[in-house]
């Protein structure tokens, strides 16, 4: 049998070894994602790349392809429960779109838009999270972060520094610093790490480069980001204005 899966009946080849997310994103075709990123290993965190394959929802960007898979991608159920935890992802933090920096060039945005979420429709979490301004080219606003260990893998496995980790369970799940005071002021942390350039909204930030681009002119701007190319996106490095 041919290396062949259909996603929404459309016929797609993959490689050995492949996942569906990978094949997915080789043939051009989009599926919704915030912790996955090309460069590292699959993660399978944020749910949001779930598809229903021969029946049964599984995450994308961990299952392998196999030959005559019939996947389910882009489904009213499918949609529902992507805007649902994206419903959630921004109540649990503090997301204030039009005062972020990252407006246009923000992934968890641009897949709000995608799902067509109109509202928070939880309650606010509200919660009480410092910024760290300590270092002097990168600041963390822990209130933007998603959870999706981007920079904590990109940090450990690529620039080989081990400067973020995530503490916690559950509710109370934060990222945190590896440094005696927790701050980043205090880590080796260099603003050309891969582990500052991978974050999928506005968690890290560098300094004296924001709003350089105006409205309008911004990623997500341009083309909705199932239009866009998933390698394309600002954290993986192209075409990021920011």
Do not use: W
């Not at 598809?51 to 159920?77: D, F, H, L, W, Y």
């Not at 990109?154 to 503490?167: T, V």
């Amino acid at each position: 049998m041919e290396n062949i899966i259909t996603i929404d009946e459309q016929m797609i080849p993959f490689k050995t070894g492949q996942t569906i997310m990978d094949a997915a994103m080789e043939a051009g075709v989009y599926i919704p994602h915030l912790c996955h990123n090309p460069e590292f290993e699959p993660h399978g965190s944020c749910r949001v790349c779930v598809v229903k394959v021969n029946g049964r929802m599984m995450s994308s960007c961990t299952t392998k392809a196999t030959a005559g898979q019939k996947i389910e991608n882009n489904t009213p159920e499918l949609q529902e429960n992507r805007r649902c935890l994206t419903q959630m992802l921004f109540v649990e933090g503090n997301h204030v779109c039009p005062g972020c920096e990252k407006s246009g060039n923000c992934q968890l945005q641009a897949v709000a838009y995608y799902t067509e979420m109109l509202s928070p429709r939880f309650q606010h979490f509200y919660p009480y999270r410092e910024l760290d301004p300590t270092h002097p080219d990168v600041i963390i606003d822990f209130n933007r972060c998603i959870l999706c260990e981007l920079c904590v893998r990109a940090s450990r496995d690529i620039d080989q520094k081990n400067i973020f980790a995530m503490s916690g369970r559950g509710i109370k799940a934060h990222l945190i610093i590896n440094s005696p005071t927790g701050k980043l002021g205090d880590t080796d942390l260099n603003v050309n790490d891969k582990a500052v350039q991978v974050c999928p909204v506005g968690a890290i930030i560098k300094r004296k480069q924001g709003y350089m681009n105006p409205i309008g002119e911004r990623f997500y701007d341009q083309a909705p980001i199932d239009e866009m190319g998933d390698i394309a996106e600002p954290h993986a490095g192209a075409k990021h204005h920011d």
